[in-house]
């Protein structure tokens, strides 16, 4: 797995939130395929206190672990394991994202010899290997979560169909705005260049949003790798089947405020 530092290709950083056994079951996942290069894998706890360093220790030993004192959220937590990555690429992966063969090799094939691009996102699968919509446009201000994850959404039925490039094969490789952040292969030389990993402002979602439109305003390109494939168990928490249960949920008015930071950040391009 790992070999001189010299050679390290890529670092696969995997952040946990009282997901230990999901942790377990995506690193052993990895383990079953034998990478074509030199690879770590770093583990990030936020404060879970779920005994995941106890499996670590028991089953992984070889696989590092850093353990934070408190639940800084998504972009925080990465951001810790982006920080000690010695890898020439960078791979963020949910813990509760089931890679395919040759999915890691794919990614990699893709970015390595394509210098202008910056960060690439494989294709999303549900459980029964439906794709998982996961590729998108830059979202304009009226598409509040409230609107696209409840049956408010029929009031811009076309402005949503844009936002989820229903409009684009997902069939081939081709340039979007951003990539659900389940799995995202990152150059470092673009992140060195990003100053930054993650926005820390955004506790949970939009981080992956503001990532992909860093990397796009720093000359780099966004692109999707359908060929590269991972089944995604994708529980929609903030989401709800009903609009006023929808905006009663802790999940909800997370996205909602993220949301709000995230044009707070970005209006005056987004006016423009």
């Not at 990895?30 to 028991?58: C, K, Q, T, W």
């Not at 966004?222 to 928490?237: C, F, L």
């Not at 996205?255 to 950040?265: A, E, G, V």
Request: net charge positive; glycine share 6%; aromatic share 12%.
């Amino acid at each position: 797995m790992v070999c001189g530092l010299k050679n390290m290709v890529l670092s696969i950083i995997i952040l946990n939130y009282k997901t230990k056994n999901l942790v377990k079951q995506c690193l052993k996942n990895i383990a079953r395929f034998s990478l074509p290069f030199d690879y770590e894998v770093i583990v990030v706890d936020n404060n879970s206190n779920d005994g995941l360093a106890e499996m670590m220790h028991d089953y992984f030993p070889g696989h590092r672990l850093i353990l934070n004192h408190d639940n800084r959220g998504m972009g925080a937590g990465n951001n810790l394991g982006l920080a000690q990555a010695r890898g020439e690429y960078l791979l963020i992966l949910n813990p509760d994202v089931v890679v395919l063969d040759q999915a890691i090799e794919n990614l990699w094939r893709f970015i390595h010899p394509r210098t202008q691009i910056g960060l690439v996102a494989p294709r999303l699968l549900n459980p029964n290997r439906t794709e998982q919509q996961s590729r998108y446009r830059f979202p304009k201000i009226f598409l509040l979560p409230a609107l696209i994850r409840t049956g408010l959404k029929k009031i811009w039925r076309q402005q949503i169909k844009e936002y989820f490039m229903e409009d684009v094969s997902s069939a081939e490789p081709h340039k979007i705005d951003w990539a659900r952040g389940s799995a995202l292969m990152l150059r470092r030389s673009v992140l060195e260049r990003l100053t930054a990993g993650f926005d820390e402002r955004f506790f949970m979602y939009m981080e992956d949003v503001d990532l992909c439109r860093r990397v796009w305003q720093s000359g780099y390109e966004v692109w999707y790798v359908p060929h590269s494939q991972m089944i995604h168990y994708y529980a929609r928490e903030s989401g709800a089947n009903h609009w006023f249960l929808d905006l009663t949920r802790k999940m909800a008015w997370i996205h909602i405020i993220s949301w709000i930071k995230y044009f707070w950040k970005w209006w005056r391009l987004d006016t423009k």
